[in-house]
């Protein structure tokens, strides 16, 4: 059993900053590939950044420049720092991770997890 739980969301003048917070939970033996996605209303999910299981990063062309994706392995958390703030950036995010677990037969695998997402909004 493992969730990932989003939190630093909220209402933001254009130019300013946010950092958003994901911390997986639960019985969890490694963590792959960590990802930031973001979905506005009535358009689809789209990937904004992420960081690969061996450390490395990419970025949307439309964030980079301005967004940082970090990860603390100790706290099992991923970070998006957002800075430069457009509105065109208002969208709920999600965190995607890989998560390495043993089933109950002590077996290794890996599960596809999203948390439930935070709500950004970029406005005067």
């Known amino acids: 059993q493992v969730q990932l739980v989003e939190s630093g969301g909220g209402l933001v003048q254009p130019g300013g900053s946010l950092r958003l917070s994901c911390a997986a939970s639960?019985?969890?033996?490694?963590?792959?590939?960590l990802g930031w996605y973001r979905q506005a209303p009535g358009k689809q999910r789209e990937l904004v950044a992420v960081?690969?299981?061996?450390?490395?990063?990419n970025y949307a062309d439309s964030v980079k420049g301005r967004f940082i994706i970090s990860r603390d392995n100790a706290k099992n958390t991923v970070y998006l720092q957002m800075s430069s703030l457009k509105p065109e950036d208002t969208a709920t995010y999600y965190c995607?991770?890989?998560?390495?677990?043993?089933?109950?037969?002590?077996?290794?695998?890996?599960?596809?997890?999203w948390g439930q997402g935070t709500l950004v909004t970029v406005s005067s």
């Open positions: 639960g019985s969890i033996v490694a963590i792959g590939a």
């Open positions: 995607n991770a890989n998560i390495g677990v043993r089933d109950g037969s002590g077996f290794y695998r890996h599960l596809d997890v």
């Open positions: 960081n690969t299981g061996g450390g490395s990063t």
